[in-house]
């Protein structure tokens, strides 16, 4: 089906920032809406935001104004820049087709905001 590579997190402060990024083969990526999402512990997965081929995002409510993903479609990537993080922002973050994840999933990124 295709691989996706998740990067990019780490552990910061609340208000910090971090960027990640989603590489994938071309095969899965091209012509194709990818989404960014992530997992706390003990939730659901859910989307974060998602990006048309085009380049025009759209963002779940808990994150628009903070997060803005962008994608490369010569790269194939698409990553996710977080400002102004916050403590619930921590989860496991995923990239995947979106509205719907159709694509096995990578290893994710951990993504930790302390208070």
């Known amino acids: 089906q295709g691989q996706l590579v998740e990067s990019g997190g780490g552990s910061v402060q609340t208000g910090g920032s971090l960027k990640l990024s989603c590489a994938a083969d071309?095969?899965?990526?091209?012509?194709?809406?990818m989404g960014w999402y992530r997992q706390a512990p003990g939730k659901e997965r859910e989307l974060v935001g998602s990006?048309?081929?085009?380049?025009?995002?759209n963002y779940a409510l808990s994150v628009n104004g903070r997060f803005t993903i962008t994608r490369d479609n010569a790269k194939n990537t698409i990553d996710l820049q977080m400002n102004y993080l916050k403590p619930e922002d921590t989860a496991v973050y995923y990239c995947?087709?979106?509205?719907?994840?159709?694509?096995?999933w990578g290893p994710g990124t951990q993504v930790t905001v302390s208070s």
């Open positions: 071309e095969t899965i990526f091209r012509g194709y809406i």
């Open positions: 995947n087709r979106a509205p719907v994840p159709t694509l096995s």
């Open positions: 990006v048309v081929p085009r380049g025009r995002a």
